[in-house]
């Protein structure tokens, strides 16, 4: 069984956590998936977080804990639990003195992951027998018939007023809780200092930038856990797989996969997880799978994957192409790249690049307009993408001289896809590119930029430029299309 990599130290004190954990069985039911209105049955560890989280001093009877931060892989049912433990907070019996009227905001970054937490809560009120019987569950809050009492759904993207009194606060996936959102999150507990023996619980995958809020909580929460802090009200539990094992050699893949992730072997399928680490960024897998943090700004692709796609590129006029044009007003490079299916399976790939510098700073669209009618008649050209952005009126002209231009915007929507796409394609060895050296500074300096929906490239903090590596990834995705497919006019 997995352990955590740091734990709250053992201050022999006693909990109330068997009577929460009998609680949350006896009145909890499963939200969607394959156990749906089935009664929750808590996991080993899952009750063990319960029985830190309820800890109170002997002589006071106060909570030992006002703040807790839970860091565990992808899939272990971490949000699901911080909702029980809510509706708890919101329905139990009063363990440390009068509830008063309880008022249990459930908050995430997005809407829809604020849903997800918000959505197990209702899903409980609404299906179990008995909670069912003392709540009114709603689409965005939860109503405590016949006495005061709420819990209600918040995103962080919408931001909140100040002057709420919370007494309990479930705050889900904090790693993505960056720029403004922070100030929610600093809000809605500045709101509990107000309210006695309050409880405030983040549940996060790890992030990739310590300078944020779940960052800054990560590090803390391991000087207090080492005696380096002395905060006894800060709880913090992380699970994951230390940085020891080559995760090439597969049976150290499966252990690190075993000991991150608590919940192996029971619900969540280990071949799964191990099947996963072939299938996404090795960045993403450490995160999501292992409960590693990782650097924002590290390479998109693993070492030697895109030297291992150089080879011959020839584009033959009768079989489909596909363009996509990543267009700049100044200081970036402009970029047109194309691809094409080969007889072996993979994706031709071949890059033009124009520099605004070498041309006194301003970008001569013309040019790009005109190599993209001459490649219209050289090849097949089934479709052009393009962000309407920068690229309309030039896009207008072109499409009324007859070239197949689509719009592809290049917001988080249709990027993150793309960028994902791509990833798979190259590190399949699906791709073949002719080692232009220009595409290839391009590729190896994209890093990865996390948005709500999932990771995207960008910059970076380089100052190098991308935008042959942006108009690959739209000209790959676009390569995706079969090859009987006709043409489509937008495709966002």
């Known amino acids: 069984m997995a352990r955590p990599l740091s734990a709250p130290r053992n201050l022999g004190w006693p909990s109330h956590g068997k009577l929460v954990c009998t609680w949350i069985q006896r009145h909890c039911v499963y939200g969607e998936g394959d156990y749906f209105g089935a009664p929750v049955r808590l996991q080993r560890w899952q009750k063990q977080l319960?029985?830190?989280?309820?800890?109170?001093?002997?002589?006071?009877?106060?909570?030992r804990f006002r703040e807790a931060l839970i860091e565990v892989p992808k899939g272990?049912?971490?949000?699901?639990?911080?909702?029980?433990?809510?509706?708890?907070?919101?329905l139990g019996p009063p363990l440390f003195g009068p509830k008063g009227s309880p008022l249990v905001p459930?908050?995430?970054?997005?809407?829809?992951q604020a849903d997800l937490l918000f959505g197990d809560m209702k899903h409980s009120c609404r299906e179990s027998p008995t909670l069912r019987e003392f709540t009114e569950a709603y689409d965005t809050e939860i109503l405590v018939k016949g006495g005061p009492g709420r819990a209600y759904r918040v995103a962080a993207v919408a931001g909140t007023n100040d002057?709420?009194?919370?007494?309990?606060?479930?705050?889900?996936?904090?790693?993505?809780?960056?720029?403004?959102?922070?100030?929610?999150?600093?809000?809605?507990?500045?709101?509990?200092?107000?309210?006695?023996?309050?409880?405030?619980?983040?549940?996060?995958?790890?992030?990739?930038?310590?300078?944020?809020?779940?960052g800054r909580k990560h590090?803390?929460?391991?000087?207090?856990?080492?005696?380096?802090?002395?905060?006894?009200?800060?709880?913090?539990?992380?699970?994951?797989?230390?940085?020891?094992y080559d995760l090439t050699d597969e049976s150290q893949l499966l252990a690190a996969v075993l000991a991150a992730n608590p919940a192996a072997g029971t619900f969540l399928r280990t071949d799964d997880v191990v099947a996963r680490f072939y299938q996404i960024p090795e960045f993403e897998y450490r995160r999501y799978h292992l409960g590693q943090w990782t650097r924002s700004d590290e390479s998109w692709l693993p070492p030697g994957a895109w030297e291992a796609c150089t080879g011959t590129v020839h584009l033959d006029p009768?079989?489909?192409?596909?363009?996509?044009?990543?267009?700049?007003?100044?200081?970036?490079?402009?970029?047109?790249?194309?691809?094409?299916?080969?007889?072996?399976?993979?994706?031709?790939?071949?890059?033009?690049?124009?520099?605004?510098?070498?041309?006194?700073?301003?970008?001569?669209?013309h040019a790009v307009e005109n190599y993209l009618r001459e490649q219209h008649r050289l090849l097949n050209l089934q479709t052009v993408a393009y962000d309407p952005a920068y690229f309309q009126r030039s896009a207008e002209v072109l499409l009324d001289e007859g070239l197949p231009m689509a719009e592809f915007s290049q917001g988080a929507a249709s990027m993150v896809p793309a960028c994902q796409?791509?990833?798979?394609?190259?590190?399949?060895?699906?791709?073949?590119?002719?080692?232009?050296?220009?595409?290839?500074?391009?590729?190896?300096?994209?890093?990865?930029?996390?948005?709500?929906?999932?990771?995207?490239?960008?910059?970076?903090r380089s100052k190098r430029k991308i935008d042959a590596c942006i108009a690959m990834v739209m000209a790959l995705f676009l390569s995706g299309v079969p090859v009987e497919a006709p043409a489509v006019p937008n495709l966002w």
């Open 219 to 244: 590090l803390y929460g391991y000087r207090v856990n080492a005696g380096e802090v002395d905060d006894p009200r800060f709880m913090f539990v992380h699970y994951g797989a230390a940085d020891i």
């Open 106 to 112: 459930v908050a995430a970054a997005s809407f829809e």
């Open 421 to 460: 796409d791509a990833y798979r394609l190259i590190t399949g060895g699906l791709v073949v590119h002719g080692d232009d050296p220009v595409l290839t500074d391009h590729v190896l300096a994209a890093a990865v930029r996390e948005t709500d929906s999932g990771w995207r490239l960008s910059k970076g």
């Open 50 to 63: 319960i029985y830190w989280l309820y800890e109170y001093n002997p002589i006071t009877g106060q909570r």
């Open 318 to 365: 009768q079989r489909p192409a596909y363009a996509a044009v990543d267009m700049a007003l100044k200081h970036d490079h402009v970029a047109v790249v194309l691809t094409q299916h080969q007889p072996d399976g993979r994706v031709a790939v071949q890059a033009k690049v124009w520099d605004p510098a070498k041309s006194g700073g301003t970008v001569d669209t």
């Open 163 to 214: 002057g709420q009194r919370p007494s309990s606060l479930g705050a889900d996936e904090i790693h993505e809780w960056v720029g403004n959102k922070e100030r929610v999150h600093l809000v809605l507990v500045n709101g509990m200092s107000k309210r006695a023996n309050s409880i405030v619980v983040n549940t996060t995958t790890p992030g990739s930038d310590l300078e944020t809020l779940a």
């Open 76 to 90: 272990q049912g971490k949000t699901p639990l911080n909702g029980w433990v809510q509706l708890f907070e919101l």
